[in-house]
């Protein structure tokens, strides 16, 4: 039981070029979550898919892009990288969105932008 | 927009002693949750508080959710080397988000 897997574990980028990241969780979760982790500032949502076939903007997501492939997979794009993008991604699921459900995290994806 | 903010950002304490960090909301909370961050890992789910005025405790971790629903502690009795990493509180804002707080940098030193 993997839980929460996120591919690529690393990457670097330069200014202006594309990258998809990968997330896909196998416990059967409803609800799917992407968010960046810059030092000093906590974790910030960028996008979540509340269930399968929704998506909707958190509180940072300007220059992304997502789509939730089916109930197991969410992935994040990266249209035109910035250097503001520099980040550590994590992917998320729960069983159901918001109310009293712990969220479970992958390892997640350090991204550099030159 | 709302925010949560915790403190202190930095704590480094001797093994043995007591440690508390605090998490303060703009804006009334419907539940709060605590995940704690081992250095280059991810966070972990540790609790969640629902009630105002609740308090949970799992071992040597105290956990308090304020009366009015915007504030929340953590304390941890007797810090052992095992407590390093960052807590994080999140505040669920609305239906879906949850904001998370800044977080509390704690080191043990042996």
């Known amino acids: 039981n993997a839980g929460v897997t996120q591919t690529p574990k690393f990457q670097v980028l330069k200014t202006g070029q594309s990258m998809t990241l990968q997330c896909a969780q196998d416990m059967n979760h409803n609800s799917m979550y992407w968010y960046r982790q810059d030092p000093g500032m906590g974790l910030r949502l960028i996008y979540y898919?509340?269930?399968?076939?929704?998506?909707d903007k958190g509180e940072v997501p300007n220059g992304y892009n997502v789509s939730r492939l089916n109930k197991r997979e969410f992935s994040l794009r990266l249209e035109s990288a910035a250097p503001s993008q520099t980040s550590v991604y994590f992917c998320a699921s729960s069983e159901l969105a918001g109310g009293n459900q712990p969220q479970h995290f992958g390892d997640g994806t350090r991204l550099s932008i030159l | 927009g709302q925010q949560v903010m915790q403190i202190p950002q930095y704590q480094h304490v001797q093994e043995g002693e007591d440690f508390t960090t605090y998490c303060n909301s703009s804006t009334t909370l419907s539940n709060i949750q605590w995940y704690k961050q081992r250095p280059g890992g991810h966070p972990v789910f540790l609790i969640q508080?629902?009630?105002?005025?609740e308090v949970k405790k799992q071992k040597r971790l105290t956990f308090q959710f304020g009366e009015a629903k915007k504030n929340s502690s953590l304390h941890i009795t007797a810090t052992q080397t095992t407590d390093v990493g960052t807590y994080f509180c999140?505040?669920?804002?609305?239906?879906?988000?949850?904001?998370f707080g800044t977080g509390t940098r704690l080191k043990v030193l042996a």
């Open positions: 999140a505040g669920l804002a609305g239906t879906y988000k949850y904001i």
């Open positions: 898919s509340a269930s399968e076939g929704t998506t």
């Open positions: 508080l629902v009630k105002s005025g």
